[in-house]
C-alpha cells in the first residue's frame, strides 16, 4: 500500500510540477499547459516554466539542519535510560540498531514527520518516519515559510530533478 501511495505521489508531482498539468482555478477539467498557457524559458534550470513562477536556490526556500556527530565512542546497541534512538546515513532506510546518551545532541532530534536527506555516504538517500538523533552526514528539511506539507517536500527531494540537483552539489560540479 505504501509502495502504491508513493508511485502515485510521484505521478502527481510529475505531472503537476514537471509536466505543468496541473488543475486551473475556475476551468472544469482544464490543465494548465493543456489550456495553451504561457510557458516561458528559464535559463537557469534551461527548461521551461509556467509564467510567473520564478526559479529560486533551493537554501532560500528550505533549511537544511545538520545532524550532531557524536563520535562511535559514544554508541551503544541498547537502549538505556536517557538514550535515544541515532541515525547514521546506512540507517535511513533500515530499522535503527544505534543509541546514544540524548544529551549528547544539542536538541537535535527528528520527528516522525520529518523530512531528511543524506549528504555523505550515499548521498541524495531521502527518508522519513525516523524518530531520534541523527548524525552530521544527515540534514533534516523545512520549509522556511511553513507553507509546504512533507509529503510535497518528500515527493520533490526525491525527484530525478531534485536528486540530479543534489549528486551534482555534492560532486562539487557547476557544470550545466
Known amino acids: 500500500l505504501i509502495e502504491k501511495l508513493s508511485d502515485l505521489l510521484h505521478l502527481l508531482y510529475e505531472r503537476w510540477f514537471m509536466e505543468y498539468e496541473f488543475p486551473v482555478k475556475g476551468k472544469d477539467k482544464a490543465t494548465y499547459r493543456s489550456s495553451g498557457n504561457e510557458l516561458v524559458w528559464d535559463s537557469t534550470i534551461k527548461r521551461k516554466i509556467p509564467a510567473g513562477w520564478k526559479v529560486i536556490p533551493l537554501n532560500e526556500r528550505f533549511t537544511f539542519d545538520r545532524g550532531v556527530e557524536v563520535g562511535a565512542d559514544n554508541y551503544s546497541d541498547e537502549r538505556q535510560e536517557g538514550y535515544v534512538s541515532y ?32 549528504f ?45 540537483v543534489i549528486d551534482k552539489f555534492a560532486t562539487g560540479s557547476n557544470n550545466s
Open 120 to 164: 555523505d555516504g550515499t548521498v541524495g538517500k531521502v527518508s522519513f518516519g525516523l524518530e531520534g538523533g541523527y548524525s552530521s552526514g544527515i540534514r533534516k528539511i523545512e520549509d522556511k515559510e511553513g507553507v509546504l506539507n512533507n509529503a510535497f517536500m518528500y515527493t520533490f527531494f526525491t525527484s530525478d530533478y531534485a536528486q540530479f
Open 87 to 118: 541515525y547514521r546515513v546506512s540507517d535511513m532506510d533500515a530499522e535503527c540498531i544505534t543509541y546514544v546518551d540524548e544529551t549528547l545532541l544539542n536538541d537535535t532530534f527528528l520527528r516522525r514527520e520529518d523530512v531528511c536527506v543524506s
